[in-house]
């Protein structure tokens, strides 16, 4: 059995299992799946992720919502607005709510972001928050987990700081990306990492490093995503990667889904979400995760008009719907492949209670 080679790092069975096909990747899910229900069970929690603002200072090559699109017409969702989503996470029971949004360091953005963050702590005191927006100062991040943040998603998106840096323009930094994850973790925060699996230039070595990175340095939950190439970005516009990205999504997305089976192997009680990019693949794509490696799922609660402005990455699914249509159509497939979605729980990394 490969279990044990996996854990050891043992660098054939690794590569062999990240390109797995067929009858030797149904064995790997398999193990997966039961490393996963002895620690979750069937269970899946919900986050509703609400995108309040594609406004960004950063120009990453693979983004669409980078400064440098201009085609983009730029938003930033109201208190009120935001109020209303809530009232909409408390009906439906969500255990938690994201906050997620471009790069911004201003002081008016900041103010906001604590704004809302004491606002939701406040009114329902039960809610699990979580943070995604980019690379914050210490101190900041400090105040934002006093409001009542209790964890930051911050994707370190490749372990490999020369790929970062063919990915990213020359004032972004991997080792500053690497050193605020290392402030969220002493500041105490649930700490979520991830990276994308099939970027242009990404080999097979990248990823296993990736796995490394994660074990040494004691991540509580990932966001781990396909690359899905944007028409507005660098990467999008050059016609040899988009000729490549078109002879290898398959492949590629192959390859993501075993490298999660492989990480939940790895970390057994680490939390995992589905991202919604698994959709432009297949349209069960984040249900595949569920049923291999993942345990919590972030439907959108994001206003409905702005959802179409919030494109990442190309083809997003489910733009042109509403938070309420985004949650049944997710909890019927989630009961359909037989899994069990919890209400009311914050579902929080049982890691993080291990390593603290
Ligand atoms: S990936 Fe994040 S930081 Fe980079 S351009 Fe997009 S929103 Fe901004």
Redesign the pocket.
Known sequence: MFKKKLQKFDHKTLIKCLQAEDELQQELFQLARQIKEEVFGKKIWFRGIIEFSNI?????F??????GNKKLERFKVSKEEILDCLKFIDKANYGSVVYQ???LISEIFKKYLLEIVKTTHKKYPQLGITVSC?EQDFNFLKKLKQAGAIRYLLRIETSNPELYANL?PEKMSWEKRFGCLKSLQKLDYQVGTGVMVGLPGQTIEDLIRDLKFFVDNKFDMFGIGPYVIHKDTPLGKDAKIQNWWQENKEKNFNIFLNFLAILRILLPNVNIAAATACDVFDSSGRIKVLQVAGNVIMPSVTPKDCRDKYL?YQNKPNIDEGADKSFKCILNKIKKAGLEPVFGEQGNSPFYYKHN
Do not use: P, T
Not at 56 to 60: A, I, L, P
Not at 62 to 67: A, E, N
């Open positions: 960004c200072q950063n120009n990453c693979y983004c669409g919502i980078r400064k949004s471009g790069e980019g990213h990442l």
